[in-house]
Nanobody, 116 residues
């Protein structure tokens, strides 16, 4: 079983930046994909960004050019650098991991609030 612990959420004004971190522990062998998903208020969960073990990335169109996902395979961690934040980025952000995208392991979530 994989445990994921997120940190780094908070409140920021539009145009500001935040950096999320997610540390993985447990049965991490076989994790090929790690990523960030978010659930905006009153909406369904959506993909934000994915990164493979080899470092390939994929982003939602809404965050391209503003967010950057990175991975530290030594620390078994991923990060999400969020710049030029917009009010519509307000959501609970979840870390996810697994052998495929949208794996079975989820973090507890961290709140990101962007005010206008």
């Amino acid at each position: 079983q994989v445990q994921l612990v997120e940190s780094g959420g908070g409140s920021v004004q539009a145009g500001g930046s935040l950096r999320l971190s997610c540390a993985a522990s447990g049965s991490i062998f076989g994790i090929n994909f790690m990523g960030w998903y978010r659930r905006p208020p009153g909406k369904q969960r959506e993909l934000v960004a994915l990164i493979t073990k080899g470092g390939s990335t994929n982003y939602a169109d809404s965050v391209k050019g503003r967010f950057t996902i990175s991975r530290d395979n030594v620390k078994n961690a991923i990060y999400l650098q969020m710049n030029s934040l917009k009010p519509e980025d307000t959501a609970v952000y979840y870390c996810n991991a697994g052998p495929t995208p949208l794996g079975r392991s989820w973090g507890q979530g961290t709140q990101v609030t962007v005010s206008s």
